[in-house]
């Protein structure tokens, strides 16, 4: 029996991973890596290295802004009503004293006037989303133009897409919560535009609104649908997005050493996470000195909202001023039919609003099945090796800003003392014009960049020196260019174009190509083929011009 015992005894495990634990904090750390295992994911991914460029930190900007207004808005929401209910407001701002409003503005004014440090984190939570969406707007234009968003990280790019949107979205949600004159005219263009949707424009409004506006429920349903639907949905898509990162690893640009089957650069811990704490703080400090310098949003300065009223400076947030645009500069267009009338001067913007987004989400998957790449790439392109990305991303830029004017055609007037229908017209007009001359510019601007970069490796760079040869002709003596520079400039791939297949197959069958794939073929020689890009020197032009065969 004592043999039997002491067998089962000696086949127990023991409860560390350490036969003496050093301290109670090793043993307190053994005991948890037994039974969730943090030694071996904390071995397998704090030594996780990334490649270090400041490009990259935009997205580090889009992270901790949105760390921020989680922070600032669990502070809001102890403080905040949301209640349409009618108070007399007796606060301490006395211009609004004996004035009925609801619940919400009273609370929002006492935010900013009663709560210690209220006014504060008001602003810091605006600032900080409007920051969000601006280093979402311009990270997301570093990964279009660099193509960063091809395999494997299409889905991260839709991942980060929805971020964008759901971003401006829940900023139109907290800028109508305060129940101002401003938020509550831009909250009834809302709803104007939502009731031009024919069929389910009544049931979208009454969804959303729960009935009439104003109403009771309004301010209720924005403020569940901004402090918990869309941040809930854009938390789950956060973790994801990062995790997807860490699962491809990261990006980096062309370098000696570097491949698509490595990542140079800085491990995890403790460079990369010393860093970015230190990134936080001053981000988070720039935001908040920000905030205490620059007024956002004052609601008292507007007052309460009235169905009466309108507020003569409502202006969106910048992000939102693409949608403004597009309502703006629409001719007031209706038709009816059947007995009811269509909105075609709000529905059709409507419509296009959306499919820009949606053109913006899609446009890997289009890519890719134009050039019919399927490898994946983890080596980023510069601007101007794909001139055709490149000019359809400036486009998009280009009509953002067209249409940004538009939507504050009032202020452009009364600050620039120009004629309204003028903007109205030049915004109508540059709709279709400016993408299509700012494509052609940027497209020819790249192929220069192209032909100088060509130049540089065959020829070296100028040195401003002169020296005259013995035949008397004077001439600039060019350098050649370090290893690492004729790398950069010589890394990057040149697809060819699509070709079309036979007309007849083996047995002289004639055999006509599709619709897509003829399709497919054309947008790939208006990618790559002649005119799209500039040949790259090869290394046997290099060796002819520096061997000194016709070199100066």
Known sequence: ?????????????????????????????????????????????????????????????????????????????????????????????????????????????????????????????????????AAMLVHMMRVFFTGAFRKPREINWVFGFLLLVLGMFDGFFGYSLP????????????????????????????????????????????????????????????????????????????????????????????????????????????????????????IWAYG?????????????????????????????????LWGHTLNLGVFVPLMIFPLVLVAIAVYPFIEGWITGDKREHHILDRPRNAPVRTALGAAWISLYLVLLIGGGNDLFATHLHLSLNAITYFVRTGFFVVPVITFIVTKR????LQRRDKEKVLHGRETGVIKRLPHGEFVEVHAQLPQKDLFKLTAHEQNEPVELPAQTDENGVAAKAGVLTRTRAKLSRGFYGEGSQIPKPTAEEHHEITSGHGHH
Not at 6 to 19: D, E, I, L, N
Not at 96 to 122: D, P, Q, W
Not at 225 to 241: K, R, S, Y
Not at 309 to 333: C, H, K, N
Request: proline residues 6%; aromatic residues 14%.
């Open 445 to 448: 601007w790249c192929l220069g």
């Open 304 to 336: 309460p909202y009235r169905p009466d009223q309108v507020s003569t400076d409502a202006q969106p947030d910048w992000y939102m001023g693409f949608s403004e645009g597009l309502i703006r500069v629409m001719p007031g267009w209706e038709i009816s």
């Open 1 to 133: 029996m004592s043999s039997a015992s002491s067998t089962t005894s000696g086949a127990a495990k023991p409860t560390s991973t350490r036969a003496n634990p050093a301290n109670k904090w090793e043993a307190a750390a053994d005991w948890t890596d037994g039974r969730l295992g943090i030694y071996s994911l904390a071995k397998s991914n704090l030594r996780k290295i990334f490649p270090d460029h400041w490009s990259f930190m935009l997205g580090e900007i889009c992270l901790y802004s949105f760390i921020i207004i989680i922070l600032t808005g669990v502070y809001l929401t102890l403080f905040f009503k949301p209640s349409m209910a009618e108070v007399v407001y007796n606060g301490s701002y006395v211009p609004l004293k004996g004035i009925g409003m609801s619940e919400a503005y009273a609370s929002t004014v006492n935010i900013s006037f009663e709560v210690r440090g209220g006014l504060l984190i008001r602003q810091i939570h605006h600032w900080a989303a409007l920051v969000f969406v």
């Open 179 to 298: 129940d101002d004159l401003l938020s509550g005219t831009g909250i009834r263009f809302m709803e104007g535009a939502i009731l031009a949707v024919p069929l389910v424009g009544t049931y979208i409004q009454m969804f959303l609104y729960g009935g009439e506006f104003p109403g009771t429920d309004i301010i209720p349903r924005f403020f569940t649908i901004h402090v918990l639907l869309i941040p809930g949905i854009m938390l789950g898509l956060l973790v994801a997005h990062l995790i997807l990162v860490f699962y491809h690893k990261h990006t980096q640009w062309a370098g000696p050493g570097k491949t698509e089957k490595n990542v140079v650069g800085m491990p995890l811990m403790p460079v990369y996470m010393a860093k970015a704490g230190g990134f936080f703080f001053l981000v988070f400090g720039i935001i908040a000195a920000i905030s205490a310098i620059a007024s956002i949003n004052p």
